[in-house]
């Protein structure tokens, strides 16, 4: 008689002890927020849940690999990994902090597998999540998790708004902030921060917990992005960031 319970071995029980893994990475400093230039390990999941340009608007994600089925192939780009793999290749790089990101990490929060990640990473030393800021943590999770670099998406990105934009994950993020999380803002222009300022209004987002980050993928695009932000940044009182990894390497799109 079968139960319907995966059994030790079966393919189900295999499946719950793995995430769909695009990289490990590191040591390599952390290129954006309040962290940048730290030494750092990256772990990135594959999945999203947004698109960020896909449709009418420019295409302004630069991990497109990590979720767009119809450009890559997913199960080569992002192949599901146990736990143990990810955390075996993630303790032979050298750094005090471990970056989980994406994709959008958060998709999986509730998978057996990612709470085992978190707790493993947590022994290598802090453990930062970078997410979009649409799916609020659970309790146990936010408990593995010592800082939450939340970046909501713009009307710049192309998505509706009520796809990038989830009330009660933005009200619990910004509960946490700025001691366990801040909100991070990619920004293309000065009109982009008009945006910046209702959804921090809104939200009663602290002002020092708030950075803007130009954007960009090459060096040269980052840089005049930034120099058109800085001023409109300093007058409202906002934290700025640059792109680091854009500028190290600019022609390096993975691993660092």
Same mark, same amino acid.
């Given at each position: 008689?079968?139960t319907g319970?995966?059994?030790a071995?079966?393919?189900l029980?295999?499946?719950r002890?793995?995430?769909?893994?695009?990289? /490990?990475?590191?040591p390599?400093?952390?290129?954006?927020g309040?962290f940048?230039?730290? =030494?750092?390990?990256f /772990?990135?999941l594959?999945?999203?849940?947004?698109?960020?340009g896909?449709g009418?608007?420019?295409?302004?994600?630069d991990?497109?690999?990590?979720?767009?089925a119809?450009?890559?192939?997913?199960?080569?780009?992002c192949?599901?990994?146990?736990?143990?793999?990810?955390l075996?290749?993630? $303790? =032979?790089?050298?750094?005090?902090?471990?970056?989980?990101?994406? $994709?959008?990490?958060? !998709?999986?929060?509730?998978?057996?597998?990612?709470?085992a990640?978190?707790?493993?990473l947590?022994e290598?030393?802090?453990?930062?999540?970078?997410t979009?800021?649409?799916?609020?943590p659970?309790?146990?999770?936010?408990?593995?998790v010592?800082?939450?670099?939340v970046?909501p998406?713009?009307?710049?990105?192309g998505?509706?708004?009520?796809?990038r934009?989830?009330?009660?994950a933005?009200?619990?993020?910004a509960?946490?902030?700025?001691? =366990?999380?801040?909100f991070?803002?990619?920004?293309a222009s000065?009109t982009?921060l008009?945006e910046?300022?209702?959804?921090?209004?809104?939200y009663?987002?602290?002002?020092?917990?708030?950075?803007?980050m130009?954007e960009?993928r090459?060096?040269?695009?980052?840089?005049?992005c930034?120099?058109?932000?800085?001023?409109?940044?300093l !007058?409202r009182g906002?934290?700025? !960031?640059?792109?680091?990894?854009?500028?190290?390497?600019?022609?390096e799109?993975?691993?660092?």
């Amino acid at each position: 008689m079968t139960t319907g319970i995966p059994v030790a071995g079966s393919g189900l029980a295999r499946h719950r002890q793995t995430l769909p893994l695009s990289e /490990v990475f590191g040591p390599t400093f952390q290129g954006e927020g309040p962290f940048t230039g730290y =030494r750092a390990r990256f /772990v990135r999941l594959g999945g999203c849940n947004l698109s960020c340009g896909t449709g009418d608007a420019p295409m302004v994600c630069d991990t497109e690999y990590t979720w767009n089925a119809a450009k890559f192939d997913l199960a080569v780009e992002c192949p599901e990994i146990r736990t143990s793999t990810i955390l075996e290749r993630a $303790g =032979r790089i050298s750094a005090p902090i471990s970056v989980l990101t994406g $994709g959008e990490p958060m !998709t999986h929060q509730r998978k057996p597998a990612f709470t085992a990640l978190l707790t493993g990473l947590r022994e290598l030393g802090q453990v930062h999540v970078e997410t979009n800021g649409t799916i609020p943590p659970t309790p146990a999770v936010g408990e593995l998790v010592d800082h939450f670099t939340v970046s909501p998406k713009l009307a710049n990105t192309g998505d509706p708004a009520g796809r990038r934009l989830k009330p009660r994950a933005l009200a619990a993020f910004a509960a946490a902030a700025p001691g =366990r999380a801040v909100f991070k803002f990619v920004a293309a222009s000065p009109t982009d921060l008009t945006e910046v300022d209702r959804l921090v209004s809104e939200y009663s987002i602290p002002r020092r917990a708030v950075w803007i980050m130009p954007e960009g993928r090459t060096a040269a695009r980052v840089l005049a992005c930034h120099r058109s932000l800085a001023d409109a940044i300093l !007058t409202r009182g906002y934290n700025t !960031t640059t792109r680091l990894h854009m500028l190290l390497w600019p022609e390096e799109d993975r691993g660092r």
